[in-house]
């Protein structure tokens, strides 16, 4: 430890933020060594995106900032904004969340780039630009002096990510700062930018601060960890150390709440309760209330954060934190991990289960249209072209895709339950094509829809009272009925029925996405539709939802379409996958066959960019890296959509080339009567 | 069960299987319990007493003169004085007070509910409906409504207040319409409304439901500026010798009439102004109120629940 002191590049010393009066971080600690890779994890207000804007001093006026945070020995805190200018991007760059709008949408990449070089150093405008050009080659932008004169929006998220890490590293900083950099890309982009980030550090051996919710993400990337909770840090230690040996029951909570890629079934440990409001804090520790090991001692004194002097940098805040090192216990054996009964799946051979959904050839363009007056089709968007799907009673299908896969466009058409413009839609063994309205309105009973972001699918002007008998009173269900069937919704996702007079914005997120199944399951459907259902969730709360799901289903023999781009909680949570891409089915299948032995290379690839939360796993893996981005969806290719970023396709002897370029692939089996089929020439490839 | 409770605190006992309170109920509850509401609804309710009731205590009738007392200041005999012809200025002023409370609150109505209908439908219809309704608006809009008015309203002579009423409603509504329009189309896209189609809840039922409430705020503020607004227009007309006209009169025709000579004989128009600034102030408190209580997350309008132990801090800001 004291030889490592100079050495430390950044130190952080009792960082205290308050807004108005409210802290926002408590009292945070970290040091950081030059070249290494600090991960900071924490949920949504945990302190960890506050904490790294504080090191570069772009919090807002109204937030106060205390302590100190020391960069090569130079006091950065209350430094006057001038010589803050000179830090910023020269010594410390930031990589920001979201790459669109941390462009400015009026110019174009290059000269964004060259002002971040100009800035700090002492180059004409052709080095500049030639220096820039460069750059976007390294982070692997195609045709970078075409990129240079691009406008933000022209490029895709990932693209807009890569340039973004391109100007953080235009000056050859010591430090990068990466807040949430991949959380808004798919997880094929994701692992392109993570290997990015990576080649950066390595050209220019600056240290990387990485904050991130995902464990996964930082199981991959850091050398050290810092748990974030409740504005604090609760843990910190070299990443395999932490994620071996957790020292703090809110550290083992997160590793047993996150669903795994490579295990399925069974519950997740949620961790109860949620965060607490940091306005109002009890006192003792903050994590105490949703605490299965707590004591009395833990109520009265917030421990610190102290390590046993032969713990080599393995430092804990909680009182515990001894035995839970000896004992290393299993987090399922200190959290309460609710009872799952088998579903209706488990115990019924799938051929003896009537249909829910059938899907066949599902089809659906948006005109592209031009001119304000008189509008005219110039092109076409085939949003989906030849969706396959197939969901039997009391089984869940995990449906997969990136964005712009024509997943949500797919889940529309079906809950319209009009004629679809090509294929066959059928419901229940009813044709959605035959129905006239008073049918079509009878079936809406049966499929009912979860939407992702709980607060926009809620009403704010409602009682949830009244949004849970929307449905009912929607369906001409009696006033006695609807009375009575409230509270018993209620208590069925784990809610207090006496909480029914409240409005949704009283309730906590993982509550209000309970609030929302509630509404869903009103009517008894027969199909829940779950369109990413816990994405907007932090992870403990996540794993709280899951269960409820597997409960539900197991209870009312529900079948579930589950729509989601994270494929740990698809392969946790789903029988069987259909993997989606450009519109279409690629894959599908058995979730253990899909998942063990993917026959479709895009599939693979998808497999292999999730991050796994297991430090050693995580590194011994090998990754398949997809080239570039998903096609436009405007035009229609012949042959098969996916050979221009196939890694087999591109492998393959240029003799057998003609096929994939010549015949669109159909869905096959690999083996007669297996349940898993594959829209691939080469499968075995 | 309990195990999977991860959120709520406590399973709760069965006992509890009241029938919860439905919006209607929450929304009453609580604007009766918000102060503002009960003193507006109260002023609101002296000031129809006092209208309806005024006339049968003064000896004085609002069109006889009293050639004895001229532009006579607040006394024993005439208590608002009397103006230039000798008529008493407290018979005067209830029966106009008589004529704006209605034409002012049914006015304001009607606009309203016009225009949030017409808005509401516009904008979740969209396609022909909403170019027919928009239209409708644009063509209501460039029309020359005074000249209008001046024109229906010889022919509507017989049919009374009513119909007047009606013709200032029907030229006050078209600008809250469109406001109404916008927000609609943007509410539209929000997740609930899609979520309620999804349900199979009829459109009119969503606009009622979902649209109306969201745009609330706004249709309540605009409604309390209306009442004022219709009382003020009715002024302009019956200057001009349509609407109310001699010898009755209105707040308006005294404000009209009084607003020269307020320096020199303030009896003729401090007392009519003050009960139409109270009038419109009561509207204000009542909108007030019912803006508070439709909207959940108001602060003034909260319920003092606060005991209820659990956070709900990650929602609330």
């Given at each position: 430890?004291?030889?490592?002191?100079?050495?430390?590049?950044?130190?952080?010393?009792?960082?205290?933020?308050?807004?108005?009066?409210?802290?926002?971080?408590?009292?945070?600690?970290?040091?950081?060594?030059?070249?290494?890779?600090?991960?900071?994890?924490?949920?949504?207000?945990?302190?960890?995106?506050?904490?790294?804007?504080?090191?570069?001093?772009?919090?807002?006026?109204?937030?106060?900032?205390?302590?100190?945070?020391?960069?090569?020995?130079?006091?950065?805190?209350?430094?006057?904004?001038?010589?803050?200018?000179?830090?910023?991007?020269?010594?410390?760059?930031?990589?920001?969340?979201?790459?669109?709008?941390?462009?400015?949408?009026?110019?174009?990449?290059g000269?964004?780039?060259?002002?971040?070089?100009?800035?700090?150093?002492?180059?004409?405008?052709?080095?500049?630009?030639?220096?820039?050009?460069e750059?976007?080659?390294?982070?692997g932008?195609?045709?970078?002096?075409?990129?240079?004169?691009?406008?933000?929006?022209?490029?895709?998220?990932?693209?807009?990510?890569?340039?973004?890490?391109?100007?953080?590293?235009?000056?050859?900083?010591?430090?990068?700062?990466?807040?949430e950099?991949?959380?808004?890309?798919?997880?094929?982009?994701?692992?392109?930018?993570?290997?990015?980030?990576?080649?950066?550090?390595?050209?220019?051996?600056?240290?990387?601060?990485?904050?991130?919710?995902?464990?996964?993400?930082?199981?991959?990337?850091?050398?050290r960890?810092?748990?974030?909770?409740?504005g604090?840090?609760?843990?910190?230690?070299?990443?395999?150390?932490?994620?071996?040996?957790?020292?703090?029951?809110?550290?083992?909570?997160?590793?047993?709440?996150?669903?795994?890629?490579?295990?399925?079934?069974?519950?997740?440990?949620?961790?109860?309760?949620?965060?607490?409001?940091?306005?109002a804090?009890?006192?003792?520790?903050?994590?105490?209330?949703?605490?299965?090991?707590?004591?009395?001692?833990?109520?009265?004194?917030?421990?610190?954060?102290l390590?046993?002097?032969?713990?080599?940098?393995?430092?804990?805040?909680?009182?515990?934190?001894?035995?839970?090192?000896?004992?290393?216990?299993?987090?399922s054996?200190?959290?309460?991990?609710?009872?799952?009964?088998?579903?209706?799946?488990?115990?019924?051979?799938?051929?003896?289960?009537?249909?829910?959904?059938?899907?066949?050839?599902?089809?659906?363009?948006?005109?592209?249209?031009?001119?304000?007056?008189?509008?005219?089709?110039?092109?076409?968007?085939?949003?989906?072209?030849?969706?396959?799907?197939?969901?039997?009673?009391?089984?869940?299908?995990?449906?997969?895709?990136?964005?712009g896969?024509g997943?949500?466009?797919?889940?529309?058409?079906?809950?319209?339950?009009?004629?679809?413009?090509?294929?066959?839609?059928?419901?229940?063994?009813?044709?959605?094509?035959?129905?006239?309205?008073?049918?079509?309105?009878?079936?809406?009973?049966?499929?009912?829809?979860?939407?992702?972001?709980?607060?926009?699918?809620?009403?704010?002007?409602?009682?949830?009272?009244?949004?849970?008998?929307?449905?009912?009173l929607?369906?001409?269900?009696?006033?006695?009925?609807?009375?009575?069937?409230?509270?018993?919704?209620?208590?069925?996702?784990?809610?207090?029925?006496?909480?029914?007079s409240?409005?949704?914005?009283?309730f906590?997120?993982?509550?209000?996405?309970?609030?929302?199944?509630?509404?869903a399951?009103?009517?008894s459907?027969?199909?829940?539709?779950?369109?990413?259902?816990?994405s907007?969730?932090?992870?403990?709360?996540?794993?709280?939802?899951l269960?409820?799901?597997?409960?539900?289903?197991?209870?009312?023999?529900?079948?579930?379409l589950?729509?989601?781009?994270?494929?740990?909680?698809?392969?946790?949570?789903?029988?069987?996958?259909?993997?989606?891409?450009?519109?279409?089915?690629?894959?599908?299948g058995a979730?253990?066959?899909?998942?063990?032995?993917?026959?479709?290379?895009?599939?693979?690839?998808?497999?292999?960019?999730?991050?796994?939360?297991?430090?050693?796993?995580?590194?011994?893996?090998?990754?398949?890296?997809?080239?570039?981005?998903?096609?436009?969806?405007?035009?229609?290719?012949?042959?098969?959509?996916?050979?221009?970023?196939?890694?087999?396709?591109?492998?393959?002897?240029?003799?057998?080339h003609?096929?994939?370029?010549t015949?669109?692939?159909?869905?096959?089996?690999?083996?007669?009567?297996?349940?898993?089929?594959?829209?691939?020439?080469?499968?075995?490839? | 069960?309990?195990?999977v409770?991860?959120?709520?605190?406590?399973?709760?006992?069965a006992?509890?299987?009241?029938?919860?309170?439905?919006?209607?109920?929450?929304?009453?509850?609580?604007?009766?319990?918000?102060?503002?509401?009960?003193?507006g609804?109260?002023?609101?309710?002296?000031?129809?007493?006092l209208?309806?009731?005024?006339?049968?205590?003064?000896?004085?009738?609002?069109?006889?003169?009293d050639?004895?007392?001229?532009?006579?200041?607040?006394?024993?005999?005439h208590?608002?004085?009397?103006?230039?012809?000798?008529q008493?200025?407290?018979?005067q002023?209830?029966?106009?007070?008589?004529?704006?409370?209605?034409?002012?609150?049914?006015?304001?109505?009607?606009?309203?509910?016009?225009?949030?209908l017409?808005?509401?439908?516009?904008?979740?219809?969209?396609?022909?409906?909403?170019?027919?309704?928009?239209?409708?608006?644009?063509?209501?809009?460039?029309?020359?409504?005074?000249?209008?008015?001046?024109?229906?309203?010889?022919?509507?002579?017989?049919?009374?207040?009513?119909?007047?009423v009606?013709?200032?409603?029907?030229?006050?509504?078209?600008?809250?319409?469109?406001?109404?329009?916008?927000?609609?189309?943007?509410?539209?896209?929000?997740?609930?409304v899609?979520?309620?189609?999804?349900m199979?809840?009829?459109?009119?039922?969503?606009?009622?439901?979902?649209?109306?409430?969201?745009?609330?705020?706004?249709?309540?503020?605009?409604?309390?500026?209306?009442v004022?607004?219709?009382?003020?227009?009715?002024?302009a007309?019956?200057?001009?010798?349509?609407?109310?006209?001699?010898?009755?009169?209105?707040?308006?025709?005294?404000?009209a009439?009084?607003?020269?000579?307020?320096?020199?004989?303030?009896?003729?128009?401090?007392f009519?102004?003050?009960?139409?600034?109270?009038?419109?102030?009561?509207?204000?408190?009542?909108?007030?109120?019912?803006?508070?209580?439709l909207?959940?997350?108001?602060?003034?309008?909260?319920p003092?629940?606060?005991?209820?132990?659990?956070?709900?801090?990650?929602?609330?800001?």
């Amino acid at each position: 430890m004291t030889t490592a002191v100079e050495t430390d590049l950044l130190t952080v010393s009792d960082l205290t933020v308050d807004f108005a009066g409210v802290p926002a971080v408590r009292g945070v600690d970290l040091r950081l060594r030059r070249g290494e890779t600090l991960g900071i994890v924490g949920e949504s207000g945990s302190g960890k995106s506050v904490t790294s804007l504080a090191i570069l001093g772009l919090l807002p006026g109204t937030a106060a900032v205390s302590g100190s945070v020391k960069l090569d020995g130079r006091e950065l805190v209350g430094l006057p904004n001038k010589e803050l200018s000179a830090i910023r991007g020269r010594k410390v760059a930031m990589v920001f969340q979201d790459p669109l709008s941390a462009f400015t949408p009026v110019y174009r990449i290059g000269d964004q780039i060259v002002e971040a070089l100009r800035i700090h150093q002492d180059l004409d405008r052709a080095a500049a630009r030639k220096r820039a050009a460069e750059l976007l080659d390294l982070v692997g932008i195609p045709s970078p002096d075409r990129a240079l004169d691009s406008f933000p929006h022209e490029f895709s998220g990932g693209m807009r990510q890569r340039a973004m890490i391109a100007m953080a590293i235009a000056n050859d900083p010591d430090i990068l700062l990466a807040d949430e950099p991949t959380t808004a890309l798919d997880v094929t982009i994701q692992a392109q930018v993570l290997d990015v980030l990576r080649t950066a550090q390595r050209e220019t051996g600056a240290a990387l601060v990485l904050v991130s919710h995902d464990l996964g993400v930082i199981a991959g990337m850091a050398d050290r960890v810092a748990v974030m909770y409740a504005g604090r840090v609760v843990e910190t230690a070299g990443v395999d150390e932490l994620f071996a040996r957790p020292q703090h029951p809110y550290t083992l909570g997160l590793i047993g709440a996150v669903p795994r890629l490579d295990t399925s079934g069974g519950p997740l440990v949620p961790i109860p309760g949620g965060p607490p409001s940091l306005a109002a804090l009890p006192p003792g520790c903050p994590f105490a209330a949703r605490c299965p090991l707590a004591e009395d001692r833990c109520r009265t004194v917030e421990p610190e954060l102290l390590g046993r002097p032969d713990a080599d940098g393995h430092l804990a805040a909680c009182v515990r934190s001894a035995e839970l090192a000896e004992r290393a216990p299993a987090p399922s054996e200190v959290y309460p991990v609710p009872e799952v009964a088998p579903a209706v799946a488990d115990t019924a051979v799938r051929e003896d289960r009537e249909p829910v959904l059938r899907v066949s050839g599902l089809t659906k363009t948006f005109p592209v249209l031009k001119g304000s007056v008189f509008k005219r089709k110039v092109g076409e968007v085939y949003a989906v072209d030849g969706v396959e799907l197939d969901i039997r009673r009391g089984e869940t299908l995990g449906l997969v895709g990136e964005s712009g896969s024509g997943k949500s466009t797919t889940l529309f058409e079906l809950l319209h339950l009009a004629k679809p413009e090509a294929g066959r839609i059928e419901l229940l063994g009813q044709d959605t094509a035959q129905l006239d309205r008073a049918s079509a309105h009878r079936l809406r009973s049966d499929i009912q829809i979860v939407f992702q972001d709980p607060m926009a699918s809620l009403d704010p002007r409602m009682p949830i009272s009244d949004i849970i008998a929307e449905p009912l009173l929607a369906q001409g269900a009696a006033r006695e009925l609807i009375a009575r069937r409230v509270p018993e919704l209620l208590r069925q996702v784990g809610l207090e029925p006496a909480h029914a007079s409240r409005y949704p914005h009283q309730f906590s997120g993982g509550q209000r996405q309970r609030i929302s199944i509630a509404r869903a399951l009103a009517v008894s459907p027969q199909l829940l539709v779950l369109d990413e259902p816990v994405s907007a969730l932090d992870v403990s709360v996540q794993a709280g939802v899951l269960n409820l799901l597997q409960q539900l289903k197991a209870e009312l023999g529900l079948a579930y379409l589950f729509v989601s781009h994270d494929l740990s909680v698809i392969r946790h949570l789903s029988d069987r996958v259909s993997v989606m891409y450009l519109g279409r089915t690629v894959e599908a299948g058995a979730v253990d066959a899909v998942f063990e032995q993917p026959r479709h290379p895009y599939t693979r690839a998808l497999l292999s960019a999730v991050p796994l939360p297991d430090p050693a796993a995580e590194r011994n893996r090998t990754r398949i890296l997809l080239a570039g981005d998903p096609p436009s969806p405007t035009e229609r290719r012949t042959g098969c959509p996916f050979r221009a970023r196939c890694p087999v396709y591109a492998a393959l002897p240029a003799t057998r080339h003609a096929r994939c370029e010549t015949e669109t692939p159909v869905l096959t089996e690999a083996a007669p009567g297996q349940d898993h089929t594959a829209a691939c020439h080469y499968p075995e490839a | 069960m309990t195990t999977v409770i991860a959120e709520s605190s406590i399973p709760a006992p069965a006992v509890e299987d009241a029938a919860p309170a439905g919006r209607l109920r929450l929304v009453l509850g609580k604007m009766l319990a918000a102060r503002g509401v009960l003193v507006g609804a109260v002023i609101v309710l002296l000031l129809f007493l006092l209208a309806f009731g005024g006339p049968f205590l003064t000896p004085w009738n609002y069109v006889t003169p009293d050639y004895l007392a001229i532009r006579q200041p607040p006394s024993g005999q005439h208590w608002f004085g009397t103006n230039g012809l000798g008529q008493d200025v407290f018979a005067q002023t209830v029966r106009g007070l008589q004529k704006s409370l209605i034409i002012g609150l049914l006015v304001a109505l009607f606009s309203t509910v016009v225009a949030s209908l017409v808005g509401a439908c516009a904008g979740y219809f969209g396609g022909w409906t909403d170019r027919a309704l928009t239209f409708l608006v644009d063509l209501m809009l460039v029309f020359p409504s005074f000249l209008i008015i001046t024109i229906i309203s010889p022919k509507l002579r017989g049919a009374g207040w009513i119909a007047f009423v009606a013709l200032l409603a029907a030229f006050n509504w078209m600008i809250t319409a469109r406001v109404v329009r916008s927000m609609t189309r943007s509410l539209k896209e929000r997740e609930f409304v899609r979520a309620a189609e999804f349900m199979g809840v009829r459109p009119l039922r969503i606009i009622v439901r979902h649209i109306l409430p969201n745009v609330a705020s706004f249709l309540i503020t605009d409604a309390t500026i209306a009442v004022g607004a219709a009382v003020m227009s009715e002024t302009a007309l019956s200057f001009f010798g349509f609407g109310v006209r001699a010898p009755d009169v209105s707040l308006g025709t005294l404000l009209a009439a009084g607003t020269d000579q307020a320096p020199v004989f303030p009896w003729l128009f401090y007392f009519a102004a003050a009960l139409l600034v109270l009038f419109v102030l009561a509207i204000n408190l009542i909108g007030d109120g019912l803006r508070d209580a439709l909207d959940p997350t108001s602060e003034g309008a909260r319920p003092p629940r606060k005991s209820r132990t659990r956070r709900t801090s990650r929602s609330s800001k």
